[in-house]
């Protein structure tokens, strides 16, 4: 990589890791330490083909998707950390509703299956429609729609204090938090 793409990739990075990381965040149900990897390893595969790239960031949006269904595809599985309390961040009072309703979802989303969740960020928080989720995927569109579906009903089942949300505009900001045990 010359000097000049260099400096664009640094850019780049500087300017889009935090959305990126919020993503890799979702995807990989709330563990920070996973998300980073999961972004690293996507910059990684990004820096070594940036010369051919035209729009950066969906390509980067496209290996983290892909590395996702990849762990969720192996036969071997780690087993996540809980923890007994959330952090203590030193958010204001006001903040208490937005960062509890943060952690609810969060936690939600962490006890879905990798799939469901996947499935889950995919159509709601990065808004894709149905058919470019299944090419993402790599299935059917009415895989997805029937695992839409069923991870919806077990979010509900895991979180019944989410019935409330109906509108995307409610959903609290999904930057990332790091929870230490």
């Known amino acids: 990589m010359d000097g000049q793409a260099q400096d664009r990739f640094r850019e780049f990075v500087e300017n889009r890791s935090a959305?990126?990381?919020r993503t890799a965040v979702l995807?990989?149900?709330g563990d920070r330490h996973a998300a980073e990897?999961?972004?690293?390893?996507?910059l990684i595969k990004a820096a070594g083909r940036w010369h051919r790239i035209d729009e950066p960031e969906?390509?980067?949006r496209q290996i983290l998707?892909?590395?996702q269904i990849s762990r969720w595809r192996l036969k071997w599985r780690r087993r996540e950390l809980s923890v007994a309390e959330p952090p203590d961040t030193g958010a204001s009072a006001d903040d208490s509703g937005a960062a509890e309703l943060r952690l609810v979802i969060r936690g939600a989303l962490a006890r879905l299956t990798a799939r469901q969740r996947?499935?889950?960020?995919?159509?709601?928080?990065e808004d894709l429609p149905e058919a470019e989720v299944a090419r993402i995927l790599g299935?059917?569109?009415?895989?997805?729609?029937?695992?839409?579906?069923?991870?919806l009903a077990r979010l509900r089942t895991l979180a019944p204090e989410l019935a409330g949300l109906t509108t995307v505009e409610r959903l609290p900001d999904f930057s990332p938090v790091e929870v230490r045990p």
């Open 19 to 21: 959305a990126l990381l």
């Open 27 to 29: 995807l990989s149900g």
């Open 37 to 42: 990897d999961l972004l690293q390893n996507a």
């Open 58 to 60: 969906a390509y980067v």
């Open 65 to 67: 998707y892909r590395q």
């Open 118 to 125: 996947t499935v889950l960020v995919l159509r709601y928080f």
């Open 139 to 151: 299935c059917s569109v009415g895989t997805v729609r029937s695992t839409t579906h069923r991870s």
